[in-house]
């Protein structure tokens, strides 16, 4: 294969979850720059119709959005039959729909805490299981799980009062290493990025203020534990996706890729 081929994904299809916006949007512009045609799925669909509207502007790739909350098995099976009925197939997955929570962690309620994991676990686990039996039907796939460099550590409740997140994270990132071995039979490769701290309309608000743009101290606190001194941004995403989902990648799988700016690498001292 030349060089100039290893990105491309020309004829490919691509579902992202939580791809109306944020990471989800980052990545989908990624793929779809390299070729391959998306569903977006997220739970509002105006956000989702706004991505769709622009991706395909820019890149001319066909976007099919289609509304989905990941906690219901009954959502994901009409979603997943949505995307199969308007493609036929599916191969690429991106496990990046997620959600968070704050709270004191000896106030934290068991319903927030239950809500993370269905989310973030038991979701990804539902679709993931339903995409990879049509990606061994069609002879092969790619996984991506949307892992997080608090997945590695503890941390503080100044920086991330959320204690059930770490955890949900930690279960993702073994949960793709044992996917790529059993999947890997039925050439499906299973890989995982675990992002830090990004400036995304999520969390702006927690890492900047809104009226002058300083760091909040959350936001401080994060820059000083980080060596490149930054926050993330599109471009610093998009390129090890786009890696690990194309051809130049095809020896890879099971691996969790760190893409926070040394955050996860510096002891603090």
Known sequence: MKLQDLFKLNGKVALVTGGGRGI?????TGLAEAG??????????????????????????????VACDV???ED???????????????DILVNNAGATWG?????????????????????????????????????????????SVMAFRGSDELAHPAVPYN?????????????AVKLAPYKIRVNAIAPGFF????????LTDKATGALTARGHKIIDHTPMARFGGPEDLVGATLW?????????????????GGFSAYSGV
């Open 103 to 147: 709270a004191p962690t000896l106030e934290f309620p068991l319903e927030k805490w239950d809500q993370l994991f269905n989310v973030n676990v038991r979701g990804v686990w539902i679709l993931t299981q339903k995409v990879a039996n049509i990606m061994k039907k069609q002879g092969g796939g790619n996984i991506i799980n949307i892992s």
């Open 24 to 28: 989800g949007k980052f990545i989908a």
């Open 244 to 260: 690990l989902l194309s051809p130049a990648s095809q020896f890879v799988t099971g691996i969790v890729v760190p893409i926070d």
């Open 167 to 179: 955890s949900t994270k930690a279960a993702i990132n073994l949960l793709t290493m044992n996917l």
């Open 36 to 65: 391959a045609d998306l569903i977006l799925t997220s739970r509002k669909m105006k956000n989702l119709e706004a991505a769709a509207l622009e991706i395909e502007k820019e890149s001319g790739v066909k976007v099919f959005p």
């Open 76 to 90: 994901i099976d009409s979603m997943v039959k949505a995307a199969m009925d308007k493609f036929g197939r599916i």
């Open 199 to 206: 400036l995304t309309d999520q969390n702006r608000f927690l």
């Open 71 to 73: 906690s219901k098995a």
